[in-house]
């Protein structure tokens, strides 16, 4: 089956600078890659997701690059804020009925 | 507010005892997630259902069972608890039947087992 790695399991940086996370899958057939956010006391929050056609996806701060012949795909958030301070989870979809999820990060933006 | 309701949001019992978490999806979603989130864990798939019928099965325990009803309403029931069942437990639905599909989750139902 589908497992999804993801490093680093935490993540330290200053307000203002970029936070990269970075997942790897081994399931060649999987298609679909959400991005999860859960805040301290909630439930996951999808913040952004990138498709297997697409290598590339942007949303304001945020972007996904997928890179399928390596099966690596990662999380860039760029002017990093104080409320981006969360445990993130990357996730992936064969097109079945299972999202897996990586172990998560937890990041902490400092001010 | 994602849309999906989860009650209770803590509940507190004993080991050998059993246990009824519920899920409302969001209006509309058919499909229906469990996952357990346990102390600096990822997200550990349990099962899916979709309209009423059960289409996928993770890592689910044979003391735990769920079932989805006709009003699409949850219910993942844990027996004879042990220590280590003691986690946060996630409901999350979709509109379809899960490929490729966003999930959203409710706030969870933090479960100790003492």
């Known amino acids: 089956g589908e497992n999804v790695e993801q490093h680093p399991s935490t993540l330290s940086v200053q307000e203002g600078d970029s936070a990269v996370i970075k997942c790897t899958y081994s399931?060649?057939?999987?298609?679909?890659f959400p991005w999860y956010k859960q805040e301290l006391g909630k439930g996951p929050q999808l913040i952004i997701d990138?498709?297997?056609?697409?290598g590339e996806k942007k949303d304001q701060r945020i972007a996904v690059t997928l890179n399928k012949t390596a099966k690596h795909f990662s999380l860039h958030i760029t002017e990093t804020q104080p409320e981006d301070s969360a445990v993130y989870f990357c996730?992936?979809?064969?097109?079945?009925?299972?999202?897996?999820f990586g172990a998560g990060t937890r990041l902490f933006v400092k001010a | 507010d994602s849309g999906v309701t989860q009650t209770p949001k803590h509940l507190i019992t004993a080991t050998g005892q059993r246990v009824t978490l519920r899920c409302s999806p969001r209006?509309?979603?058919?499909?229906v997630y469990w996952y357990q989130q346990s102390l600096d864990q990822g997200l550990q798939f349990l099962i899916q259902?979709?309209?009423?019928?059960?289409?996928a099965k993770g890592n689910i325990l044979e003391r735990f069972s769920a079932q989805q009803f006709p009003d699409l309403h949850s219910e993942l029931n844990l027996s004879s608890l042990e220590l280590g069942d003691s986690a946060l437990y996630f409901c999350?639905?979709?509109?379809?039947?899960?490929?490729?599909?966003?999930?959203?989750f409710g706030s969870g139902t933090q479960l100790s087992v003492l």
């Open positions: 999350a639905s979709s509109v379809g039947q899960g490929e490729n599909e966003k999930l959203f």
């Open positions: 399931d060649s057939a999987s298609n679909y």
């Open positions: 996730a992936a979809n064969t097109g079945g009925f299972k999202t897996i």
């Open positions: 259902y979709y309209n009423g019928e059960e289409r």
């Open positions: 209006s509309g979603d058919l499909s």
């Open positions: 990138i498709r297997s056609n697409v």
